[in-house]
């Protein structure tokens, strides 16, 4: 590959045997830049806990996310799993919402264009105007809301040709994990820009959902916040996960003592 059109990516680590990249805010907004800028495909998403665990359990996801790019750690419980196996000292965690801010804030100044995919057609559009509303000089390159089925032959390809034809340098995913994730795994080297999942951005920036407050984010504990507002909607979900996800770690970290050995 030439050299110029190399981007060094972080580092991945296994949690759970999901690869997560051990980075920050500042190195994923330059080097996601770095990328748009010399027009290099990239495949980028924000893992949480619900992620990970699913990835464990889905031998397709699994294979799915070990060809992104950039698979951050989304959750603080993600964050402390890297720091505590492998003692990577991150500060933060690299949360999609604020990483789709930031990344739009870069784009504004540096005029790459972006693109917006996912959710309902109220949600996106609100969306798109409240980016520019904060970011006056972003240049919106297109916005749609796909239906919420499988797309046919025709519809794949001519969502493909609408996304390469406005120009964008990002492509922001908001369909929820995993089928954010398949989507932009699927369509890699058929759209020809940087594939960013961004999960629940998307309705916290259109305002269609709260955001939990910056304390309980800061203790890991956002899941509590979305439970309160949506039980019957992620009560198996987070109860599951979050169980698995402890119990899971505490085996890997045993795991790795033994073999230190």
């Given at each position: ?56 359990s ?39 919402p ?43 390159a297109?916005?749609?809301?796909p239906?919420?089925r499988?797309?046919t ?49 998307f309705d ?37 996960t ?20």
């Open positions: 590959m030439n050299k110029e059109n190399h981007i060094n990516w972080p580092q991945k680590h296994k949690v759970l045997n999901v690869g997560v990249s051990a980075t920050t805010y500042d190195e994923v907004v330059h080097l996601i830049m770095l990328a748009a800028k010399k027009s290099i495909p990239a495949l980028v998403t924000a893992l949480p806990v619900h992620g990970v665990v699913t990835a464990n889905d031998p397709k996801f699994f294979s799915k996310l070990d060809a992104f790019n950039l698979v951050v750690p989304d959750g603080q419980p993600v964050r402390w799993a890297l720091n505590w196996l492998y003692h990577t000292n991150l500060k933060d965690r690299v949360y999609g604020e990483m789709m801010l930031r990344l739009c804030k870069k784009a504004a100044e540096e005029g790459i264009s972006i693109y917006l995919y996912g959710s309902h057609p109220y949600v996106v559009e609100k969306l798109q105007r409240n980016l520019i509303k904060q970011y006056p000089d972003l240049i919106v297109g916005y749609e809301s239906p919420f499988q797309l032959r025709q519809e794949d390809c001519d969502t493909i040709n609408r996304i390469n034809k406005s120009g964008a340098g990002l492509v922001f995913i908001g369909l929820g994990c995993p089928l954010q994730d398949n989507f932009a795994y699927e369509h890699q080297g058929k759209i020809n820009s940087i594939l960013l999942c961004v999960g629940a951005a916290f920036h259109s305002g269609n959902k709260i955001m939990a407050p910056g304390w309980m984010q800061q203790y890991g504990l956002e899941w509590l916040f979305r439970l309160m507002q949506e039980p019957k909607r992620l009560f198996k979900r987070y109860f599951y979050n169980s698995t996800f402890v119990f899971k770690i505490i085996f890997q970290t045993i795991n790795q003592k033994v073999l230190r050995k």
